[in-house]
């Protein structure tokens, strides 16, 4: 049993199991009658609030650091949206421009892909790709929306925003592999051959990054829903709060 003298200094702390008594020292912190503690506690108090803000400025920070790689991301996409979609040519050249990235293609698979199923119907697949690409930047656009608005925003929209992002970045990995593959890119490794330019094309890079940023949301939608969860769960049912009127 311990015992604390009301002056809040150390005193000695006897043990219940009979032996000889062990003094043990306590940090004195005397706690007042408005509430307030003795220095020691109010410096303890004053650093963890601190600290505490310091991370919430750096999560703030991260957060507008996402948010501004997935605009730029979106302008992207939208820039090359509104090209093809305003372009008197480009729905009807894309069959000529795949048979041209055809020729010399080392990636086989991929060049009976474009020959049996993409040329054939090439009008209607230029269609989807226009249509395609300003719908991820639509979706990258509200997945920024998530980070900049943290909080003020509610927890269902943020769920929303995030199947939204995530769907877009998943299209936007598809797409920009598509690219990757048609310019003739194999896996990215080594090519000491081309020592003169970049080691992965803007399409690799950026269908990689989009799965980093698919791995992100993923993990954000999921902790939402994990606070979900967690507040249904300690939220009392309705019948106990109907028995609790009723008692009053």
Known sequence: MSSIDPAGDSAPVWLPSGDAPAPQTRTPVRRFDDGMVSPNGRDQALAVRQETAE???????????LASVLVLSGYEWL????????????RGGLAGELSDAMDGNPNHWYVRFLANDVIPHARAYAAVI???ELLVALGLFLGAATWIGGDRISRRWTQLFHLAACGALLGSAFMTANYYFMEGNRFPWLNTAAPFDEGLSIDGYLALVSLALLAIH?????ATFARRNAATATAPAPSRVRSARQAA
């Open 79 to 90: 820039i090359s949206g509104l090209d093809k979609l305003f372009s008197a040519e480009y």
């Open 218 to 222: 993923l993990l954000a939608l999921r």
């Open 130 to 132: 226009e249509w395609s």
């Open 55 to 65: 991370r919430a400025e750096v999560n703030r920070l991260a957060a507008w650091g």
